[in-house]
Every structure is written in C-alpha cells, then in structure tokens.
C-alpha cells in the first residue's frame, strides 16, 4: 500500500501511478478490495479491471461469432453449436463478474468525472452513451438466453437444419445484431467515459 501523490487522503492499493486514481478516506483495510478493483485497469485507462476485462473480451466475441456464422453457413453444424454455447457461457460469466464489480466495488461514475462528456449535476453525452449501450445489451443478453434454450430443445441432436431451423435463423441473425451493436456501443462508451 502507497501513499499516492494524487489522492489528498491517501493512496492507491499497487503503487503504480495512474491517471485520476481512486482514492479513499478513513477506513483504508475495509476499502482494499474496492480499490484494487477501481485501480487495477490494465489498459492505461480510468477504467477498472473488469471493464478492461469486458473492453477486450468483445473484440474477441465480435470474430468469434462471425466465424461460427460462416462456419454453419457450410454445414458445420455441431461445430457451431460448440461454439455458441461458450460463448452463451463466457458472455454469461463476464456479466456476472462485470455486475458484481459495478454494483459493489467500482463506482464508474466517479472514475468518468474527469471526461469532458461526463457532467456531475445531471445528464451528459456519457449517460446518452450508456443508454443507448443499454438499449442493446439488456435485449441482448435475454435474446441469447431464448436463442440458445429454443435451439437445444427443437434441433436435433446432434443439430442439423429441421423445422425450428426457420425461426432459429430469424431470431439468432436477431441475436447476432444485438450483440455487435452491444460490443460497438459499449466500446464507445468505454472511450467517452474513460478515455476522453
Ligand atoms: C445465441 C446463440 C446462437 C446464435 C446467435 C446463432 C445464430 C445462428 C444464425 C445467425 C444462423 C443462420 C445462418 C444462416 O443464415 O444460414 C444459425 C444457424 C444454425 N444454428 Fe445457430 N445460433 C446460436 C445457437 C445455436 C445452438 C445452441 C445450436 C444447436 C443446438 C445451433 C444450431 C444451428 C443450426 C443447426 C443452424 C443451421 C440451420 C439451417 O441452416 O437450417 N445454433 N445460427
């Protein structure tokens, strides 16, 4: 634990400095894992670890899911299933770990202050920003879970084209969609909020 030039009170958990770190008051020990979590952004940025984690973590889930588009497009059809299914689980796991350091460790809203798009007394470019990301995520997140349950319980198994194949194209094209405008919104998000 270092004292952090920046901070009035005090300090930052990994000693490395950072633009605009987190700081705390009064009950440093009780306040250690919040810190961490606000202060251990990878990426160089005013984010947290987990929304560097998120941040990265999409530009693999947007190729990914292409490429098991294209794969079922010639037939690999088990293949596809593999690989929707973990990223079903992946997206699932990054959400969970994503609400858990949103909702108890990071407060976004503090580490956004210092971006020209963020205002304190009401709303801003980085509140648009996150409504619209939010417009597309939360469907996304229910679309997954219906696409996936509807597809493992109407194709076959192993899966190969059949009834369902027609609403399963419909609504996992839906699915695909939402899930690219989740990732793009959100990067631009990160970039207003974090970055600027
Ligand atoms: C959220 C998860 C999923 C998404 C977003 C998704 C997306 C898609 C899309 C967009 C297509 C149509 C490709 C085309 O235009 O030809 C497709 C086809 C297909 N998917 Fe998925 N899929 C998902 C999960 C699954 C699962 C879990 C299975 C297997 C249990 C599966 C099996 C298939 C099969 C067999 C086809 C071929 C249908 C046909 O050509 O008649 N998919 N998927």
Same mark, same amino acid.
């Given at each position: 634990?270092?004292?952090?030039?920046?901070? =009035?009170?005090? $300090?930052?958990?990994?000693?490395?400095?950072?633009?605009?770190? &987190?700081?705390?008051?009064? =009950?440093?020990?009780?306040?250690?894992?919040? $810190?961490?979590?606000?202060?251990?952004?990878?990426?160089? !940025?005013?984010?947290?670890?987990? $929304? =560097?984690?998120?941040? &990265?973590?999409?530009?693999? *889930?947007?190729?990914?899911?292409?490429?098991?588009?294209?794969?079922?497009?010639?037939?690999?059809?088990?293949?596809?299933?593999?690989?929707?299914?973990?990223?079903?689980? &992946?997206?699932?796991?990054?959400?969970?770990?994503?609400?858990? =350091?949103?909702?108890?460790? !990071?407060?976004?809203?503090? @580490?956004?202050?210092?971006?020209?798009?963020?205002?304190?007394?009401?709303?801003? !470019? *980085? %509140?648009?920003?996150?409504?619209?990301? @939010?417009?597309?995520?939360?469907?996304?997140?229910?679309?997954?879970?219906?696409?996936?349950?509807?597809?493992?319980?109407?194709?076959?198994?192993?899966?190969?084209?059949?009834?369902?194949?027609?609403?399963?194209?419909? %609504?996992?094209? $839906?699915?695909?969609?939402?899930?690219?405008? !989740?990732?793009?919104?959100? %990067?631009?998000?990160?970039?207003?909020?974090?970055?600027?």
């Amino acid at each position: 634990m270092t004292r952090f030039a920046g901070c =009035d009170s005090l $300090l930052q958990l990994d000693g490395t400095e950072r633009n605009n770190p &987190v700081c705390v008051d009064g =009950d440093v020990a009780g306040d250690r894992v919040a $810190l961490f979590a606000a202060n251990s952004g990878f990426l160089g !940025t005013r984010a947290s670890l987990m $929304l =560097d984690v998120v941040f &990265v973590a999409m530009f693999l *889930v947007v190729p990914v899911l292409g490429v098991s588009i294209y794969l079922v497009k010639q037939g690999r059809y088990a293949l596809h299933k593999r690989i929707q299914l973990t990223l079903g689980i &992946v997206l699932l796991a990054a959400v969970m770990a994503f609400e858990v =350091d949103m909702r108890i460790f !990071t407060d976004w809203e503090k @580490l956004a202050e210092p971006s020209p798009y963020y205002r304190t007394d009401g709303w801003s !470019t *980085v %509140w648009a920003a996150l409504t619209i990301h @939010l417009a597309f995520a939360i469907p996304a997140a229910f679309l997954w879970a219906f696409v996936i349950i509807q597809a493992l319980r109407n194709l076959p198994n192993p899966p190969l084209p059949g009834p369902h194949s027609a609403s399963h194209k419909r %609504w996992g094209w $839906l699915a695909a969609f939402t899930m690219v405008m !989740t990732a793009v919104t959100g %990067w631009v998000f990160y970039w207003l909020a974090f970055m600027a």
